[in-house]
Every structure is written in structure tokens, then in C-alpha cells.
């Protein structure tokens, strides 16, 4: 892959090519690149930080529901 810059600076755009076997399969336009890069711990450290956000919802819903049918809302009435 390759990536030509428009210019000096954060977040510009370029031209994309991707190769493959050395012949050009691909062609693009990025209008505008990340400004800062991350090294691979900082990108794991956040989906590690989402993944948690998101089984502490998980586990705050099923407490909602395990209460709920505690409480009978959930049982079928007679």
C-alpha cells in the first residue's frame, strides 16, 4: 500500500494505491488522515476499556430484570 500526502501538516488527505505482487490492483482518494498515530497498546487499551463499558451495561441490565421478576412484574398474572 501506499499513501501519497497532500502536504506537511495534521490530518491532510492523499492518494492511496494498493498493490498486490507488486502490480497496482486498487486506486483511491483519503480526504483526511488520523492526525496522531496509536501504538497497538494504546488501540487494545481502548477496545479493552470499551469491552468492559459494555459487559457493565450487560450485567446492569440483568440485575434490572432479575429485581423485576423478583418483584413479579415479570410472572404471568391469574
Request: glycine share 14%.
Amino acid at each position: 500500500m501506499e499513501f501519497k500526502c497532500d502536504g506537511g501538516g495534521l490530518a491532510k488527505g492523499g492518494d492511496v494505491t494498493l498493490y498486490y505482487d507488486g502490480e497496482a490492483v486498487g486506486k483511491g482518494r483519503v480526504e483526511r488522515s488520523q492526525p496522531m498515530g496509536y501504538s497497538a497498546n494504546e488501540a487494545l487499551r481502548r477496545r479493552f476499556r470499551q469491552w468492559l463499558a459494555g459487559l457493565s451495561r450487560l450485567r446492569a441490565e440483568r440485575k434490572r430484570v432479575q429485581r423485576r421478576y423478583r418483584m413479579g412484574a415479570d410472572r404471568p398474572r391469574r
